[in-house]
T-cell receptor, first 115, second 116 residues
Framework: AQKVTQAQTEISVVEKEDVTLDCVYE???????LFWYKQPPSGELVFLIR??????QNEISGRYSWNFQKSTSSFNFTITASQVVDSAVYFC????????????FGTGTSLTVIP | NAGVMQNPRHLVRRRGQEARLRCSPM?????VYWYRQLPEEGLKFMVY????????ESGMPKERFSAEFPKEGPSILRIQQVVRGDSAAYFC??????????????FGEGSWLTVV
């Protein structure tokens, strides 16, 4: 079965601190895809990144970086020098060919950046 | 640059009424998905549709819920005889024709249903 666990329910940091959001996944598939989405207070879901299981190269986009480690089944997300606008709920998700086009979401991590 | 369009954003229904949620996919996207987000929970898959076809409805409740994506017009998620437990955010997502299941899906802004 596919499963995504985001153990951190809520995190608060002071502005300019770095913060890492954890994501651990379970799958029996060798081909799968991992995603992060952001849900700001306004409610919409914003796509952040997609990773396939064959590409373990870490990625950096501005203040955002992602660390994919198959050995620990983790796909962690780090925000450097956090800002108030980063306050949101962040969801990690997984999809795999064997289970069609379903996305399996974690329960989300609510990040609050305090000015 | 029209993304996934959902309406209404907010809907209030009394118990027993019907709720209809509409979703227009992004331009060029022929696949539509519906997800439900209950309070304090992550998103749960409900149904996956292509034009005039339901591909996967394994996440749909067996009763009162139905979805369609007609040849013309938006996809509709219909909830009959709503109950308080149906109160949730309903998100529609779309993707281009899938060569594989690794396509990114893009979400609309959600429709918040409140049953009173």
């Amino acid at each position: 079965a596919q499963k995504v666990t985001q153990a951190q329910t809520e995190i608060s940091v002071v502005e300019k601190e770095d913060v890492t959001l954890d994501c651990v996944y379970e799958t029996r598939d060798t081909t799968y895809y991992l995603f992060w989405y952001k849900q700001p207070p306004s409610g919409e879901l914003v796509f952040l990144i997609r990773r396939n299981s064959f590409d373990e190269q870490n990625e950096i986009s501005g203040r955002y970086s992602w660390n994919f480690q198959k050995s620990t089944s983790s796909f962690n997300f780090t925000i450097t020098a956090s800002q108030v606008v980063d306050s949101a709920v962040y969801f990690c998700a997984l999809s795999a060919p064997r289970t069609g086009n379903q996305f399996y979401f974690g329960t989300g991590t609510s990040l609050t950046v305090i000015p | 640059n029209a993304g996934v369009m959902q309406n209404p954003r907010h809907l209030v229904r009394r118990r027993g009424q019907e709720a209809r949620l509409r979703c227009s996919p992004m331009k060029g996207h022929s696949h539509v998905y519906w997800y439900r987000q209950l309070p304090e929970e992550g998103l749960k898959f409900m149904v996956y549709l292509q034009k005039e076809n339901i591909i996967d409805e394994s996440g749909m409740p067996k009763e009162r819920f139905s979805a369609e994506f007609p040849k013309e017009g938006p996809s509709i998620l219909r909830i009959q005889q709503v109950v308080r437990g149906d109160s949730a955010a309903y998100f529609c997502a779309s993707s281009p024709p899938a060569q594989s299941s690794g396509n990114t899906i893009y979400f609309g802004e959600g429709s918040w249903l409140t049953v009173v």
